[in-house]
């Protein structure tokens, strides 16, 4: 950045350090599973004729589609680019300049940033050893705090949190906050979900995407799932054409009942390849530890973690260091890819040697 630039950049950005998404840090390696996206690339079709004109607010086939799927009524749902957008209008919408958000680490990165780039102060509670939330600690910081996420499966410990827990999360920050529960992987564990709660708490909101099991990081299209009124004050915040035609047009097709059936056939391919993983890191004496997973990736401890690493690149596979965040010491996450990447992953399981 020249000096001028610098100069003239906000303080609370000149001195972020941006996510170190898996994309952004790609450092070699042809196989993937780093990221926690689906290892297949399923066919769509376009209708390019409509690309003259803007496309809906939020295209009502679309809402359509992912309330059936998702158990709610349309005025429940706000569509946008990823759910990493809805992360940042709910900050948006809901902080002033003063007030926080909460977020228990080690969790999802992106919750730190948004509020960071928003110009709002993170409250963090870590979860506990054994990675459930702190409700003692959270209730104790509660003041001030606007928006708290919670990651349900937790990325990238890949856990549950427990269903109880959420309720006291939710009774606590009653009259006082926003409660949004990150459901990015809620496909790997459907029965966990929270999506009916929000007829009950108007202080819920749930974060899906298409990113994950139904295999479309690459369209960029998540959900807000709440009550009405919470939809109404998020639908001020965001941009005019969030959705593209192209975009509404391919998850429309994901989420038609053959599109539906295609992703429980692929999830089901992913569970079945997460428990050979599963068993190898079982059978490796230098892996002593691995964290129960809800997810389509594992995370693991090994004190050889360097060179497991290492070995996975030497390999063309790319996994996900880290060691370097609370609680998480030599902890690696591997996101469950295709049967021959799992061939490949457990090749470089068996023939290491600590
Ligand atoms: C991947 C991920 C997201 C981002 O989803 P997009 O829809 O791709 O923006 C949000 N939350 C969690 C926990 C994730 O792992």
Same mark, same amino acid.
């Given at each position: 950045m020249t000096t001028l630039a610098k100069s003239l950049t906000k303080n609370n950005i000149r001195d972020l350090v941006p996510y170190a998404s898996a994309r952004r840090s790609m450092s070699g390696g042809n196989i993937w599973l780093n990221a926690n996206e689906s290892p297949f690339a399923n066919e769509y079709h376009l209708d390019s004729s409509v690309l003259n004109r803007y496309p809906d607010f939020q295209p009502p086939e679309l809402i359509k589609a992912y309330a059936n799927y998702a158990g709610v009524q349309t005025d429940q749902v706000l569509a946008s680019r990823g759910a990493d957008e809805a992360i940042e209008l709910l900050i948006r919408t809901f902080c002033e300049y003063d007030e926080q958000v909460l977020i228990c680490p080690p969790t999802y990165g992106m919750y730190a940033i948004s509020a960071q780039t928003c110009g709002i102060e993170v409250k963090k509670v870590p979860l506990k050893t054994d990675f459930s939330l702190d409700i003692e600690n959270i209730k104790a910081a509660k003041n001030k705090v606007k928006v708290v996420f919670i990651c349900a499966p937790n990325n990238p410990t890949g856990t549950l949190v427990n269903h109880e827990q959420i309720k006291q999360v939710l009774e606590i920050f009653k009259n006082t906050a926003i409660v949004a529960v990150d459901e990015a992987y809620i496909e790997y564990a459907s029965e966990q979900t929270v999506a009916s709660w929000i007829a009950k708490y108007d202080n819920l909101a749930v974060m899906r995407t298409l990113s994950k099991a139904f295999g479309l990081?690459? +369209?960029?299209?998540?959900?807000?799932?709440?009550?009405?009124?919470?939809?109404e004050a998020m639908s001020k915040v965001i941009p005019p054409y969030p959705i593209s035609w192209p975009v509404a047009q391919i998850a429309c097709q994901a989420l038609t009942e053959s599109g539906l059936a295609k992703m429980a056939e692929?999830?089901? +391919?992913?569970?079945?390849?997460?428990?050979r993983i599963q068993t190898a890191l079982d059978k490796a004496d230098y892996v002593y530890e691995q964290i129960d997973s809800a997810s389509n990736f594992i995370m693991f401890r090994s004190q050889a973690k360097k060179a497991l690493f290492a070995a996975f690149l030497d390999a063309g596979i790319l996994i996900r260091d880290y060691s370097g965040q609370i609680m998480l010491d030599n902890s690696l996450r591997i996101s469950i890819g295709s049967q021959a990447d799992t061939d490949a992953v457990i090749a470089v399981l068996e023939a290491f040697k600590g």
């Open positions: 990081a690459g +369209i960029r299209c998540g959900f807000t799932l709440a009550n009405r009124d919470i939809i692929q999830k089901a +391919i992913v569970l079945a390849q997460k428990e």
